[in-house]
Nanobody, 123 residues
Framework: QVQLVESGGGSVQAGGSLRLSCAAS????????VAWFRQAPGKEREFVAH????????YYADSVKGRSIISRDNSNNTVYLQMNSLKPEDTAVYYC????????????????WGQGTQVTVSS
């Protein structure tokens, strides 16, 4: 198991950028795929992006593809989500997740979650 702590959220205007960080504790972090999810008020938690533990392959939801970059620094036990050209519909609490047995876009497959960081985009 790992403990995850997100940071970097905030309030920005449409078109702006934010870089979210997910800091992990635990020596096995580098062995886990890591994902970002988000949840807007009244909506289900949805997949945003994930990155594999070995070769760092990345996958994105269509809603953020081309505007976001997920990366990881295993030496610092940190995964990042750079978000550009933000839109009001990106407003949500963003969570990082790990401890999944499979590479998945389904939130229920991940056993480790951070507390979330709020992203608010105004028009």
């Amino acid at each position: 198991q790992v403990q995850l702590v997100e940071s970097g959220g905030g309030s920005v205007q449409a078109g702006g950028s934010l870089r979210l960080s997910c800091a992990a504790s635990g020596r096995t972090f580098s062995r886990y795929d890591v994902a970002w999810f988000r949840q807007a008020p009244g909506k289900e938690r949805e997949f945003v992006a994930h990155i594999t533990y070995g070769d760092g392959l990345t996958y994105y939801a269509d809603s953020v593809k081309g505007r976001s970059i997920i990366s990881r620094d295993n030496s610092n036990n940190t995964v990042y989500l750079q978000m550009n050209s933000l839109k009001p519909e990106d407003t949500a609490v963003y969570y990082c997740a790990a401890c999944s047995a499979t590479l998945s876009r389904r939130a229920e497959t991940y056993g480790c979650w951070g507390q979330g960081t709020q992203v608010t985009v105004s028009s």
